[in-house]
């Protein structure tokens, strides 16, 4: 296995980005690759900075799950500087990620990923991705009296690449995949980091040009849940519906058995092949 370093002169040599990737921190061992993004944030570092860390003590995932991060995954954290991204909307982004790594996959790994809102990829059911994407606030001093306040995003990407079935500790709320496991190969992380990262900007830039219809378009392609009956689990409420689509904030919108179209904003999607 390559060292850190090595990692990050290969990035250096491949990357084809403008900003993505092209400050980055990589690192052995991480207790979050987020939390460090949050620190170098903090330090001034500037849209687009990477962290990258071969392996997590304490990965986690949305709802404050654990995220298990050996080594041979890619655990990575990308800081977005959101006044650069006019209009984006909070919802959107994590879907326009899952985009462009569900592209990525399909023209590197002919992978039949399909994306399951808000942030999860599967394959056959399977997870082998998931997006863990955190906003604050940011008081940015400008010198003047006043401070300016701007949002700041940091998107945290989990994808399961060189890791074996056996590894997988079996208490995961889903069911776990890897690259490895779908395509029997080992595969160069840094080369799909890469390709990942000139994917998001990419698809960045299909928002500055033709705002969220053209991600909403490419979500619902590669979208394993629409015309679904799904249960809905969103902490006080459970319920079921079919999934009808997304909104132009990204939030999914289910027709429920009575007619009615309820919008969910934040909540995860149990899978059921239930009609109703
Ligand atoms: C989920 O599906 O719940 C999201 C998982 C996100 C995991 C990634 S790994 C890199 C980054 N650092 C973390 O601690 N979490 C995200």
Redesign the pocket.
């Known amino acids: 296995m390559n060292t850190t370093s090595e990692d990050q002169l290969q990035l250096n040599q491949i990357l084809s980005t403008k900003a993505l990737g092209q400050r980055s921190y990589f690192f052995e061992t991480?207790?979050?690759?987020?939390?460090h993004a949050w620190e170098k944030l903090a330090e001034g570092a500037p849209h687009g900075t990477l962290i990258v860390?071969k392996e997590?003590t304490?990965?986690?995932?949305?709802?404050g799950?654990r995220?298990f991060?050996p080594n041979g995954?890619?655990?990575?954290?990308i800081i977005l500087d959101t006044s650069l991204l006019p209009n984006i909307q909070l919802g959107q982004i994590p879907l326009l990620i899952g985009v462009a790594i569900t592209e990525t996959l399909k023209n590197n790994f002919n992978l039949n990923v399909t994306l399951k809102w808000p942030?999860?990829l599967l394959v056959n059911n399977k997870?082998i991705?998931?997006?863990?994407s955190e906003s604050r606030q940011i008081r940015k001093s400008t010198g003047n009296i006043t401070n300016n306040e701007k949002r700041a995003v940091v998107v945290?990407?989990?994808?399961n690449c060189n890791i074996q079935k056996e590894n997988f500790p079996n208490d995961l709320q889903m069911e776990p995949t890897s690259i490895l496991i779908e395509k029997s190969q080992q595969i160069d992380i840094i080369k799909l980091l890469s390709d990942i990262l000139f994917s998001i900007e990419n698809w960045f830039d299909v928002y500055s040009n033709e705002g969220f219809a053209a991600i909403k378009s490419a979500w619902k392609q590669h979208s394993g849940i629409l015309g679904e009956i799904v249960k809905i689990d969103t902490g006080p409420d459970t319920f079921s519906g079919k999934v009808i689509d997304i909104d132009n904030t990204g939030a999914l919108l289910i027709e429920e058995p009575n007619g009615n179209t309820k919008t969910v904003i934040a909540g995860d999607i149990l899978l059921s092949r239930e009609t109703y």
């Not at 304490?58 to 709802?63: T, Y």
């Open positions: 991480a207790e979050s690759t987020n939390d860390a997590q304490q990965g986690r995932g949305r709802h799950r995220w991060s995954g890619l655990w990575c954290s942030n999860d997870k991705a998931g997006i863990l945290g990407i989990g994808l």
